[in-house]
């Protein structure tokens, strides 16, 4: 009987251990080994990631501060411009909030089947392509009807990858760092107003001509888009991880059943936290 309960009483222990085993292991970080083991470019790891996205959103500020600053300037000059009056101008800049929430609608949805990373290049080429359209079409520039829905939908393409970087950078970034690359923002903003001083010196030596300001535009803009290439081995797509079952790589990664939709960084930290609820 001692024995039959010494046994039953090491079997139950035993039992017991293996649970807290098993309990440990699910939650021993795996993000770190995650992190290492896909490479791009040859040295390039998911724990470059977060450094990636940010070079490539510093090229695009500086290269959006040269020009969005003008882009009133540009619709209402009758010269250089469209030679549209001020109300016309602000018009189309109602239009816009509009067609960027259309746009990152549309680049989620398509982010799920293709992959973020794809949707962001593709985001990028079309409104680099739009932007260098404006410049091809110069003789066209006193037209509406051409400049206008060129310029939408550059503008739209362009800013409906922020979504997508966003849910990226909170999937390869830990917790304790988020806080951290946040504010790095505040250089962007920096960057992007010292690069609209240099948007206004090329103008002004151009007699007010766009063309310069808008070439160099599209091309840094260009190059903050080809950073997005190394990314392409490192962020799986979202279909081919839920295929695996596999969790964001992150040490802050999401923890398993948290939304996948949720893209802003407030909510998202509330729903892992659990005090918010997801709704379908």
């Given at each position: 009987?001692?024995?039959?309960?010494?046994?039953?009483?090491?079997?139950?222990?035993?039992?017991?251990?293996?649970?807290?085993?098993?309990?440990?292991?699910?939650?021993?970080?795996?993000?770190?080994?995650?992190?290492?083991?896909?490479?791009?470019?040859?040295?390039?790891?998911?724990?470059?990631?977060?450094?990636?996205?940010?070079v490539s959103d510093l090229l695009v500020a500086l290269a959006s501060g040269m020009t969005i600053k003008f882009f009133p300037l540009f619709f209402k000059s009758k010269e250089h411009g469209v030679g549209l009056s001020p109300a016309q101008v602000q018009g189309i800049y109602v239009s816009v909030p509009i067609l960027i929430a259309i746009f990152s609608t549309f680049a989620q949805f398509l982010s799920r089947r293709f992959g973020r990373v794809q949707?962001?290049?593709?985001?990028?080429?079309?409104?680099?392509?739009?932007?260098?359209?404006?410049?091809?079409?110069?003789?066209?520039?006193?037209?509406?009807?051409?400049?206008?829905?060129?310029?939408?939908?550059?503008?739209?393409?362009?800013?409906?990858?922020?979504?997508?970087?966003?849910?990226?950078?909170?999937?390869?970034?830990?917790?304790?760092?988020?806080?951290?690359w946040k504010s790095l923002s505040s250089l962007m903003q920096f960057g992007w107003c010292g690069s609209a001083v240099f948007g206004g010196i090329l103008t002004d030596a151009?007699?007010?001509?766009?063309?310069?300001?808008?070439?160099?535009?599209?091309?840094?803009?260009?190059?903050?888009?080809?950073?997005?290439?190394?990314?392409?081995?490192?962020?799986?797509?979202?279909?081919?991880?839920e295929g695996r079952g596999e969790k964001s790589g992150g040490q802050g990664g999401r923890k398993a059943g948290a939304s996948e939709d949720v893209q802003d960084p407030l909510l998202q930290a509330l729903v892992e936290a659990g005090e918010v609820e997801e709704v379908a």
């Open positions: 009987g001692a024995g039959a309960g010494a046994g039953a009483g090491a079997g139950a222990g035993g039992g017991q251990g293996e649970i807290e085993t098993n309990n440990t292991e699910l939650e021993t970080p795996v993000e770190d080994s995650e992190k290492q083991e896909v490479r791009s470019c040859g040295c390039l790891t998911r724990a470059s990631i977060p450094y990636i996205l940010f949707i962001m290049i593709a985001a990028r080429a079309v409104g680099v392509s739009f932007l260098l359209l404006m410049i091809v079409l110069k003789e066209q520039r006193h037209s509406w009807m051409v400049m206008i829905p060129i310029y939408l939908i550059r503008t739209a393409a362009n800013n409906s990858t922020y979504p997508l970087e966003e849910s990226i950078q909170m999937d390869w970034v830990s917790k304790e760092t988020r806080a951290r151009s007699s007010g001509d766009y063309t310069i300001t808008f070439l160099i535009t599209a091309m840094m803009q260009l190059a903050g888009g080809l950073c997005y290439f190394p990314l392409l081995p490192l962020v799986p797509c979202e279909s081919e991880m």
